[in-house]
């Protein structure tokens, strides 16, 4: 069975940092992983989706990594502002085609 | 360009109460189509999901179920609210171009008294 943790639950920066976002799979045999940002009381929103045969996708200030063989990827944000804060959700899709949610990581950015 | 709609934003309904929420999405034909609650303080639970009209495959044995009447249509119903039932409900759907991305909707969030 699928397991996605996401560590730290949360986390507190001063604006202008770079900072990581993790999360870790059980089971290597997934399609993707996407990452989402949703903020209090909205939808989810996609950030950056990486296809197993992929190693990491870029979208502005964020950089997302895939490792499949050690099921890890990572959520890089370079110079973070405050309207980064939000919480981070990562999910792996599996065979099947369902997306298994960690619990998220709550970011704040402090001005 | 593709929207997905949820409605109502928010309800408050007494226990025993039925439930319908309602999930459309524009801009595409035949998607995939989910439903997920979201908890307090814990992760998205998909509750069912739905790959074409009158399909609907349930994940998780429970007081609610869906119905997808028209192509980009879907239903979540209760006959009967529990108090369990409150959360955060989500409409999702997928574009299938071989990335397999998923799309979320704003959401309902619902609180059963």
């Known amino acids: 069975k699928q397991e996605v943790t996401q560590i730290p639950a949360a986390l507190s920066v001063p604006e202008g940092e770079n900072l990581v976002l993790n999360c870790s799979f059980t089971?290597?045999?997934?399609?993707?992983l996407q990452w989402f940002r949703q903020d209090p009381g909205k939808g989810l929103t996609s950030l950056l989706l990486i296809q197993s045969s992929q190693r990491e996708q870029t979208s502005g200030r964020l950089n997302a990594s895939l490792d499949k063989s050690s099921g890890r990827s990572t959520l890089y944000i370079a110079a973070s502002q405050p309207g980064d804060s939000a919480t981070y959700l990562c999910a792996a899709r599996i065979q099947g085609g369902k997306l298994i949610f960690g619990q998220g990581t709550e970011l704040s950015v402090k001005p | 360009s593709q929207t997905i709609h949820q409605w109502p934003a928010t309800l408050v309904q007494p226990v025993g109460s039925p439930l319908s929420l309602e999930c459309t999405v524009e801009g595409t034909s035949n998607p995939n189509l989910y439903w997920y609650r979201q908890a307090a303080g814990r992760g998205l639970q998909l509750l069912f999901y739905s790959v074409g009209i009158g399909q609907i495959s349930s994940e998780v044995p429970q007081n609610l179920s869906a119905s997808r009447p028209q192509d980009r249509q879907f239903i979540l119903s209760s006959k009967k609210l529990l108090l369990s039932d409150s959360g955060f409900y989500l409409c999702?759907?997928?574009?299938?171009?071989?990335?397999?991305?998923?799309?979320f909707g704003p959401g309902t969030r619902l609180t059963v008294l």
């Open positions: 999702a759907w997928i574009r299938i171009n071989g990335y397999n991305e998923q799309f």
């Open positions: 089971d290597s045999a997934i399609y993707n």
